[in-house]
C-alpha cells in the first residue's frame, strides 16, 4: 500500500511503538477495553528496554480504538511521543485518524500560563486545529464545548505526578462526566506514576472541602495512574450516568518505578514542575500553598525549596531530629522571583530525597509543617484555610494548631486510607 507523505508522518510518529500487546484481563464496571485489553506491565511477552505509552500501543495497533470516530484531544505539553513529537502533531498527519478539536486544560494546551490560569481558545498554528478551553468548566458546559466541537470521542493524555491536588486528574474526572452528558466515548491514553504506585499516602478528601484541588473521596498521593484513576471515577463517582470508557495501559512498567526507570522523555506538565525529583516532594511540600511560606514558586527548584523571611537553621536542625525515613533537610536561602516573598531572602529547607523507595513525601510535609510553626513564630495560614481543601478536611489543620505530633496527625487518617486501599486494589493494572 502506497501511503501518502501525511500517512508517512503519522507513522513516524509512532517510532518504537510496536511490541507484543497483552491478552485481555479485569475491565472496570461500564469499560470497554482498550488496545491490549486492561494488561498490567509488559503484557503477553513483556515490553524491553523501556516503558512503552498508552499512546504508542495505540499507533501500534493502527488507531483501531479510534476508527470511524471525530477525535478531540485534552492534552498539554507532555503528550509526546518516545521521541519527543506531540501526539496532536502525529495524529493531525495521519489519514487514518479524523482529529478535528484540541481541548487545553489548566496552563493551557501549550503549557504557558501560571497556576490558576489557561489559555483561552484559540487556533493550534502548527496543524490548525481550533483549540478550546477546559479551565473552569465542567458538567453540561464542558458538555456543550464538546457538542460544539463536533466530536465523537474525547481521547486524554496528560502526564500526572501522582497528587490529589494535581488538577489535571480533575480534568480528567471533569471531561469523562461531561462526555457522558453529550453522549461521546473516552479513551485514556496511560502514563506512568512518576513517584511509583506501590502505596497510597495521606488523608482522604470528605466531600464537604470538595474543590478542583479534589473533587472526590481519594487519598492525597493516590498511587495510580491516569487509567486506573478513570476506571476507578467510572466504577465509584459516576455510576448514575458513567462514560463509555476505553482505557490504553502502558507496557512494561511495575508499581515500583520511578520516572528515571522509564526510559522515556520527562516534558514539565506544569510551569513549576520542571523535573521528576520535583513530582516527588509536591504532595508534600505543596501543603505550604496553604501557609503565608514559600513553596518554592519562582525559583529554579520549586517545591524542593520551603522557607520564608525570617528562617533560619533551626528549622532543618528540627526537621532532621525527626528522623523522616528517605530525607534530609538542609539548610537554604532563596528569593522568589514571584509569587510569595518575591524579590526578598527566604530562609528555609532543601530537601534531599537520598532514599525515593522509603520516602513519604506527604509524611515529611507535615514533619514541616509542624516543625515550621515550632520554630518560627510568624507562622500562619491563609486566611481562607486553603490548608483544608489541600488535605481534604480540617483535620491537619486542627491537630497541627493543637501542638499534635507527627505519628499523630498521619494516625489520624489510617482508617480512611485503608478503605480508600481496598477500594484502589480493584482498579489497578500494573503489578
Not at 507513522?11 to 511490541?19: R, V, Y
Amino acid at each position: 500500500m502506497t501511503l501518502s507523505r501525511r500517512g508517512v508522518l503519522g507513522l513516524a510518529g509512532a517510532i518504537g511503538s510496536a511490541g507484543a500487546l497483552g491478552a485481555a484481563g479485569r475491565t472496570a464496571p461500564t469499560e470497554t477495553p482498550g488496545v491490549g485489553g486492561t494488561t498490567g506491565a509488559g503484557g503477553a511477552g513483556g515490553a524491553t528496554g523501556r516503558v512503552r505509552t498508552g499512546f504508542e500501543r495505540l499507533a501500534a495497533d493502527g488507531y483501531a480504538a479510534l476508527a470511524g470516530e471525530k477525535i478531540g484531544v485534552v492534552t498539554n505539553p507532555t503528550g509526546i511521543t518516545a521521541d519527543a513529537r506531540h501526539l496532536v502533531d502525529v495524529l493531525h498527519a495521519d489519514e487514518r485518524v479524523d482529529l478535528v478539536a484540541v481541548f487545553g486544560p489548566e496552563h493551557g494546551f501549550r503549557g504557558t500560563a501560571q497556576a490558576g490560569g489557561s489559555e483561552g481558545a484559540s487556533r493550534d498554528p502548527a496543524t490548525g486545529l481550533p483549540v478550546y478551553d477546559t479551565y473552569g468548566r465542567s458538567g453540561q458546559q464542558l458538555a456543550d464545548v464538546f457538542t460544539a466541537a463536533g466530536i465523537d470521542t474525547v481521547v486524554f493524555d496528560i502526564q500526572d505526578v501522582g497528587a490529589r491536588f494535581y488538577t489535571y486528574i480533575w480534568t480528567l474526572y471533569d471531561c469523562m462526566r461531561a462526555a457522558a452528558l453529550a453522549g461521546k466515548a473516552m479513551v485514556v491514553l496511560d502514563r506512568p506514576n512518576p513517584v511509583g504506585g506501590r502505596r497510597a499516602a495521606g488523608p482522604v478528601l470528605e466531600r464537604p472541602y470538595a474543590s478542583f484541588v479534589g473533587r472526590e473521596p481519594i487519598a492525597l498521593a493516590h498511587g495510580m495512574t491516569a487509567a486506573e484513576l478513570a476506571r476507578l471515577f467510572n466504577g465509584e463517582f459516576l455510576t448514575e450516568k458513567p462514560v463509555r470508557l476505553r482505557t490504553v495501559p502502558l507496557s512494561g512498567w511495575r508499581r515500583e518505578s520511578f520516572f528515571g526507570e522509564t526510559g522515556l522523555p520527562w516534558m514539565p506538565p506544569s510551569p513549576n514542575m520542571p523535573t521528576p525529583d520535583t513530582a516527588l516532594a509536591y504532595a508534600g511540600t505543596c501543603l505550604f500553598e496553604g501557609t503565608n511560606l514559600s513553596e518554592g514558586r519562582g525559583t529554579t527548584t520549586p517545591f524542593e525549596v520551603v522557607g520564608a523571611e525570617g528562617i533560619d537553621r533551626r528549622w532543618a536542625e528540627a526537621a532532621n531530629a525527626l528522623g523522616l525515613p528517605g530525607v534530609w533537610f538542609r539548610e537554604a536561602y532563596f528569593t522568589p522571583t514571584f509569587s510569595k516573598h518575591v524579590g526578598k531572602v527566604c530562609g528555609g529547607v532543601r530537601l534531599v530525597v537520598h532514599d525515593r523507595a522509603a520516602f513519604d513525601p506527604v509524611r515529611a510535609g507535615i514533619g514541616l509543617l509542624i516543625t515550621a510553626r515550632q520554630v518560627w513564630s510568624g507562622f500562619g495560614w491563609r486566611a481562607d484555610h486553603w490548608i483544608d481543601r489541600l488535605t481534604g478536611s480540617d483535620r491537619v489543620r486542627t491537630l497541627v494548631d493543637a501542638g499534635a505530633d507527627v505519628d499523630e496527625v498521619v494516625g489520624d487518617w489510617t482508617v480512611g486510607l485503608a478503605r480508600f486501599e481496598a477500594v484502589r486494589r480493584q482498579y489497578l493494572l500494573y503489578p
